[in-house]
Structures are given as structure tokens and as C-alpha cells.
């Protein structure tokens, strides 16, 4: 955190808006004006819970876990300390998945963390079964919160020994936001994930793709026949990811996203 010396305190100036940015831009935050509004919002008049998470947010914590939310595929998605934030680069696997299943009925949230991709899958597809799982209770408790609305359930577990048996041969849409981080490239991440996010969120084994390859092996059981599954990987993984799908048996194309820096490997059951 950059050195600074003695900023007002959010109660010690004439506007709320302008004490609070001041705090922040103080503590590095780049987009100070914008974080205040934000806090403010969230703390609702009440000027002790502004301090709380004025303080909270200089310190480093993450804003959305500051503030309790955050927004991806237009919805809020509640999040809390221990929880992996999703990022709005996932919204292009949303967007993927759509696009190659747009009648699925039946989806799968595989390393779900706050279920953000269930969610904004089964808001667009209505009346389709959703289940998420993730091996982290913290996770699975989040998850519960923003996808219970849309009547999806969460599972506890190590990947598809979560899920129910019945769902075999039967899922259209399997989404695994998998951890996908070398294991000796964690330290080079920025502080708000390195510090505050769960490893088993990041941390993707040696080369990163460790879960991916788990699941892309015991995908086909799952997957209804034309069913796909679809992973967030980086540009110099994605070849070793295609080629992983390929081993699995399933028909596998990369797509990318240059604005949103994203790649997305998508393997289909023939």
C-alpha cells in the first residue's frame, strides 16, 4: 500500500462523498470518487459503518468484499470474506455457454464459489434445473444465498462427487470456473487476490491446469449428448487445455475475448 500521511477521516470533511474519496485516493484506490458513492451506498446513512469500511477498503480488502456484492451478468451477486470475487471476464463463459446451449434444462456450477455463473445462466434460461458445488463451505454458503431465488441448489463436495448420481448422461450446460494459477505464480497476483481469496480458488497446481484436467476426464459421464463444457483458462495454457478437452473425447474449440482478455475452451459431447 502506497505511504500516506494522516488522511481526514471520512467524518472530518464537509461532504461524506469527498471525505470518503479522499481516504481512498489516499490509500491508492484509483477510482475513489466512484468506490465512495459505492460505500456510502452500502452503509445507508450510518456513519459508524462508513468509517468501518472506509477502513476496511484502505487496508486492502477487496471493494466488493467490502461492500457485500458484486456485479456480474447485470445481477448482484452477494460475496463475503473467503470468497473468490467473480471476475466480469467470466461473463464471456456465461455468454459462451448461451450461445452453444441455448435450450439447456439442465446446468451445472462446477468450483462454483459464489455461484455467479449458475446464477446468471439459469436468470437467462427460465426454468431450467440448476445445481452448483464447490469443495469450500465458505463458497457453498454464498452460493446458497444468491442462487436460492432462482431455485438452484448447491452441493458440498470434491468436483462432480458433489453432484447427485441422477444427473449423469443428463446435463446440458456444464460451466467449471476451475482454479487455474500455477502454484508458484500465486505470489506474483495482485494483493486483493493474493490476500484475500481462498487458494483452493486460485491455485491451479503446477502448470495450473490440474482441476481442469480432472474434469475434463469425467465430463463426458455427465454431459447429455450434446451437452458442452466450458473453462476459463489464459492464452499460454489454452493449447494444453484444447488438448485436454480432445483426450476426454469431446468436440473442442477455443474462443477469446481480446477486450475482456478472456479464453474460453468449450468441449461438446458428440
Known amino acids: 500500500m502506497p505511504h500516506r500521511s494522516s488522511p481526514s477521516s471520512p467524518s472530518s470533511l464537509s461532504s461524506p462523498r469527498d471525505a470518503v474519496a479522499a481516504t481512498l485516493r489516499a490509500a491508492g484506490c484509483v477510482f475513489a470518487e466512484d468506490e465512495a ?13 462508513v468509517d468501518a469500511m472506509v ?6 480488502l477487496p471493494l466488493e468484499l467490502v461492500v457485500g456484492w458484486a456485479e456480474f451478468g447485470g445481477r448482484r451477486i452477494s460475496v ?11 461473463e464471456f463463459l ?5 450461445a452453444q446451449a441455448p435450450d439447456a434444462s439442465v446446468l451445472v456450477d462446477l468450483c462454483c464459489g459464489s455461484g455467479a455463473v449458475g446464477a446468471a445462466l439459469a436468470a437467462t434460461l427460465d426454468g431450467a434445473e440448476l445445481h452448483a458445488a464447490d ?25 462432480f462427487d458433489a453432484l447427485p448420481e441422477r444427473l449423469r448422461g443428463r446435463v446440458g450446460i456444464l460451466a467449471a470456473n476451475v482454479p ?8 506474483l497476483l495482485p494483493a486483493e487476490a493474493r490476500d484475500h481469496e481462498p487458494r483452493v480458488a486460485l491455485d491451479g497446481g503446477a502448470d495450473g491446469l490440474d482441476v481442469l484436467r480432472r474434469v475434463a476426464a ?30 476426454a473425447g469431446l468436440h473442442t474449440r477455443l474462443t477469446t475475448c481480446e477486450e475482456r482478455h478472456a479464453h474460453v475452451v468449450t468441449g461438446i459431447r458428440r
Open 37 to 49: 458513492e459505492l460505500i456510502l451506498a452500502a452503509a445507508e446513512g450510518d456513519p459508524s459503518s
Open 218 to 247: 469425467q465430463a463426458p459421464a455427465w454431459l447429455a449428448p450434446g451437452g458442452c463444457l466450458l473453462v476459463e483458462t489464459s492464452s499460454h495454457q489454452a493449447p494444453s487445455a484444447v488438448a485436454a478437452f480432445a483426450r
Open 94 to 98: 456465461v455468454e459462451q455457454a448461451l
Open 180 to 187: 487455474y494459477v500455477p502454484s508458484d505464480e500465486i505470489a
Open 135 to 159: 469443495i469450500d463451505p465458505v463458497a457453498v454458503r454464498c452460493a446458497r444465498r444468491n442462487v436460492a431465488s432462482l431455485g438452484g441448489r448447491v452441493h458440498q463436495g470434491d468436483l
Open 55 to 60: 477502513a476496511r477498503r484502505a487496508a486492502g
Open 80 to 90: 463475503e470474506p473467503g470468497v473468490f470475487v467473480p471476475r466480469r471476464r467470466t
